[in-house]
């Protein structure tokens, strides 16, 4: 018995630990982010509508089977945009809903802003080509920015977006207000560098919830060991 709760304890320690360096792992993004993205630098300041197009999706009418059934496209709603670096969708519609609605396809590395409802200001990187429905606005990409880094920097403006969007029946962000935000422009060597310093730090942060997620289950494994030799030594 006294083996079986040692085990579990340093099984039990080593998840605080890793806990715990989670929480600093996000401490150091947060400080990286708003440090490394600071106006102040005497670098270059535009509006992001001066240099980049922008876009929203759209909905094809819902009672229009044929443009849902065996589709093919990938269709985001706006709640999907919180996952941050988006890989997949859970909708999909057809050629002809594509086509007989306001949806459009949104090439790869396009910044998504989600404008309306509970997920307003939330910020992701579409890593796949796809369509998104109304509530999204779409920043293209183009030479002038490296998308990873206009991503993070529209992620320091998540609180102020979330703050502007309130006062009416519903949170609210127009395509104008993300036009009109100012926006840093330091050289695309310098943006690489900042995307390579707090990507690291994130990929470190997914390490770490892989290690989590096997921490678990090695708790969960060693728990149900020593239930099941317990049952047995009572039989």
Same mark, same amino acid.
């Given at each position: 018995q006294k083996q079986i709760v040692e085990r579990l304890d340093k099984i039990a320690e080593a998840q605080k630990l890793n806990d715990d360096l989670i929480q600093k792992t996000d401490e150091l993004f947060?400080?990286?982010?708003?440090?490394?993205?600071? %106006? !102040? @630098?005497?670098?270059?300041?535009?509006?992001?509508?001066?240099?980049?197009?922008?876009?929203? =999706?759209?909905? /094809?009418?819902?009672?229009?089977?044929?443009?849902?059934?065996?589709?093919?496209?990938?269709?985001?709603?706006?709640?999907?945009?919180?996952?941050g670096l988006i890989y997949r969708s859970e909708l999909f519609i057809t050629e002809k809903g594509l086509k007989q609605s306001s949806a459009k396809?949104?090439?790869?590395?396009?910044?998504?802003?989600?404008?309306?409802?509970?997920? %307003? !200001? @939330?910020?992701?990187?579409?890593?796949?080509e796809a369509t998104t429905n109304q509530a999204?606005? =779409?920043?293209? /990409?183009?030479e002038q920015f490296v998308p990873e880094y206009l991503y993070y920097f529209l992620k320091t403006k998540t609180e102020y977006l979330?703050?502007?969007?309130?006062?009416?029946?519903q949170p609210n962000i127009s395509q104008a207000v993300i036009r009109n935000l100012k926006i840093p422009l330091p050289d695309l060597k310098t943006q690489k560098q900042i995307v390579a310093k707090l990507s690291a730090v994130q990929d470190y942060k997914k390490q770490l919830l892989e290690q989590k997620t096997k921490l678990k289950e090695l708790f969960d494994s060693a728990l149900?060991?020593?239930m099941a030799s317990d049952k047995k030594s009572k039989d």
């Open positions: 947060q400080s990286l982010l708003h440090k490394e993205l600071n %106006a !102040g @630098k005497n670098w270059e300041i535009g509006k992001l509508g001066d240099i980049a197009e922008t876009s929203s =999706g759209g909905t /094809p009418l819902k009672e229009k089977s044929e443009f849902y059934e065996n589709g093919t496209i990938p269709w985001l709603r706006s709640g999907e945009v919180s996952q396809i949104f090439p790869i590395n396009t910044v998504l802003v989600a404008m309306y409802g509970a997920t %307003a !200001g @939330k910020i992701g990187l579409l890593k796949f999204v606005c =779409g920043i293209l /990409p183009n979330i703050q502007i969007s309130t006062g009416g029946a149900g060991k020593s």
